[in-house]
């Protein structure tokens, strides 16, 4: 399994959400190509309502602990309510996460 497919299973597990996206930005850095090593996590949760930043971020630190000790280098965090999210971006609706379906 690959760190950013790793990162979407446990943030899918550990925090509801209404949202996410975990994209790969290490080909911004001066990395070898193929790296996964830079994260930007865009992510929608109820669960962060009457939370400050500072809490969510935490909150995200405490489902990736492990990945945090070495694996990730820098992870840029963009957390929202349902709310904030709908606020920022107009009320289309968001796609839900996959559940890894397959075709048959």
């Not at 669960?47 to 935490?58: M, S, V």
């Not at 920022?88 to 996959?98: E, K, T, V």
């Amino acid at each position: 399994m690959t760190i950013q497919a790793d990162i979407e299973q446990k943030l899918t597990n550990g925090i509801h959400t209404k949202h996410l996206e975990v994209i790969n930005e290490s080909n911004n850095h001066n990395v070898p190509a193929g790296s996964e090593s830079h994260f930007k996590v865009v992510i929608v949760s109820n669960d962060f309502a009457d939370k400050k930043l500072l809490q969510r971020h935490r909150m995200i630190n405490e489902v990736l602990a492990e990945e945090l000790q070495g694996k990730i280098h820098a992870l840029a965090m963009h957390t929202y309510t349902e709310v904030e999210w709908q606020e920022q971006n107009g009320n289309a609706p968001m796609s839900p996460p996959c559940l890894g379906g397959s075709a048959k």
